[in-house]
Structure formats: structure tokens, C-alpha cells
DNA sequence: AACCAGGAATGTA
DNA sequence: TACATTCATGGT
């Protein structure tokens, strides 16, 4: 039988780009936990960076997040952008763990996904994607990350209206597919992948292993964008 | 030299 | 609910 077309899209895109392997698993859950707060609009090339600045800091721990002072931590994270914010959101991580799960990141983690995900989401400045970054990539259960990539996609492809919520995208996608933390890891990145490497790279869009649409945000004119 | 990057909170109508 | 603004650095 043929398969839906959401595994379809999967299949596509993995046989075009193979597996991205995002935080394959044997990373530091909390080193995962935080570069999802520093890539937050931002490249994750800068959030590189600033997990660089916060671990030449000795800034890399759930105790030095909470105790380090601010300014230190500002200059640790600079590259990142926002990053007095993102200090904050730091540290209101830092400080949650620290407080009531013994500064042991994966008492938390190992929660169920649902009480982790609302966990996460009453820290100011974790929204609902970085959330699901968490829960998927940090903690390694299959909560499906929505981002403007896949949102576009999904518009580009017809496959929704355009004015679904960020819960609407998530549903659908978790709704269609097996709730399986590898799958929906590697989908989502190879979402990414497609729109930053296929669709920005080349403009006409030719050789497109969806439905020969690319990605482009608003390209003006033409170029392949629809 | 505008525009984008693996967003989120807040304010206004 | 639906938009606009703010936060900020770095690459193209």
C-alpha cells in the first residue's frame, strides 16, 4: 500500500538529504536544553557560539546558570542575540531544576511528555516550540516541533489553510504519523534542512523532492517560491 | 544594505 | 482572536 502522504513527505526528504541526526541522543541533555533556548530566531551557527561562551565561562551547568551573574552570562551568550532575555530564561530554567528537581535535569526530563511540556512552558521565555525542542531532543519523547519552515511547507504544499495555531500544525502532524521521538526528530530536521539548503541555494527550484516547491520566504517575483 | 536566523512576551483593538 | 512591536547579534 502506498503511504500517506505525510510518511510520503518524510520518506522524500530523508531519501534526499539522508538522516540529519540532530542531538542523536548522546549529547548532554542539558547542553540540548539550552541551545534551544540560544538558537530562538537566531542561527544555529550563533547558538554555537554562545554554548562555547557559556562553557569557556564554566557557565554550563545547572548550578553556574543559577548562580552566575547576569553580566556574565550577557557576555558568555552575546553572539546569540537577545540576550538579556535569553539570560533570563536561562536562568528561570536553571533556577526550576535547581529548586525542585535537586539541580538534576533529568528528574525532569524523564517526566511524562505532557506534565514535562507544561512544565517547561510556564518558564518565561520557553515557548511552545522551544518546549517541544526540549521534550524531543533533550529528553527524547516524541513531542512534534512546529517551526516557520514547516508552516510554510504545509502552506506551499496546500495541505493547510495558512491561519492555523501553532497546537493546530502540532496536532495534525502527531495525529498522522506514530509517536515516535526518532521519526519526528529527524522529520523536523529535515524540514530545516530543505528550506535553508535546497530552497535557498537554488532558486529555480529544479530537481525539488517536494512536489518541486521550494521555500523561499516571499521571493520576490518568481523564483520558484509559487 | 535590507533581510533572515532551528521565537516569545507584551500590548492594542 | 489577530496583528504590531520589542528584544539584538551576525551572516548574506
Known amino acids: ?11 522524500r526528504l530523508l531519501n534526499a538529504y539522508g538522516a540529519q541526526e540532530w542531538w542523536p541522543g ?9 541551545g534551544a533556548i540560544l538558537t530562538q530566531h537566531c542561527s544555529w551557527r ?9 562553557r569557556d565561562a564554566g557557565a554550563l551547568s545547572i548550578e553556574a546558570l543559577r548562580d552566575a551573574p547576569d553580566e556574565r552570562i550577557h557576555e558568555a551568550i552575546r553572539a546569540a542575540g537577545f540576550y538579556r532575555s535569553k ?11 535547581a529548586a525542585r528537581y535537586n539541580g538534576r535535569i533529568e528528574r525532569l526530563l524523564d ?9 517547561l512552558l510556564r518558564i518565561r521565555g520557553i515557548g511552545e516550540e522551544t518546549a517541544d525542542a526540549i521534550c524531543l531532543y533533550a529528553a527524547g519523547q516524541a513531542s512534534f516541533v512546529i517551526d516557520a519552515y514547516t ?5 506551499r504544499l496546500g495541505w493547510i489553510e495558512g491561519g492555523e495555531s501553532y497546537a493546530d500544525l502540532r496536532a495534525t502532524f502527531m495525529a498522522q504519523l506514530p509517536a515516535d521521538a526518532e521519526l519526528f526528530n529527524e522529520y523536523h530536521a529535515l524540514i530545516v534542512r530543505h528550506a535553508k539548503e ?6 529555480s527550484c529544479a530537481g525539488c523532492p517536494v512536489d518541486d516547491l521550494c521555500m523561499v520566504p516571499d521571493a520576490p517575483g518568481t523564483g520558484g517560491s509559487l
Open 46 to 54: 550563533n547558538a554555537e557560539r554562545a554554548l562555547e561562551g557559556l
Open 111 to 119: 517526566r511524562p511528555m505532557r506534565s514535562l511540556r507544561d512544565e
Open 198 to 203: 535546497h530552497c535557498r541555494a537554488r532558486p
Open 151 to 155: 508552516r510554510r511547507l504545509l502552506e
Open 1 to 11: 500500500m502506498t503511504a500517506d502522504r505525510w510518511t510520503d513527505l518524510f520518506s
Open 87 to 97: 539570560t533570563a530564561t536561562l536562568k528561570g530554567f536553571a533556577e526550576r531544576v
Open 26 to 34: 548522546d549529547d548532554d541533555p542539558l547542553e540540548i536544553a539550552v
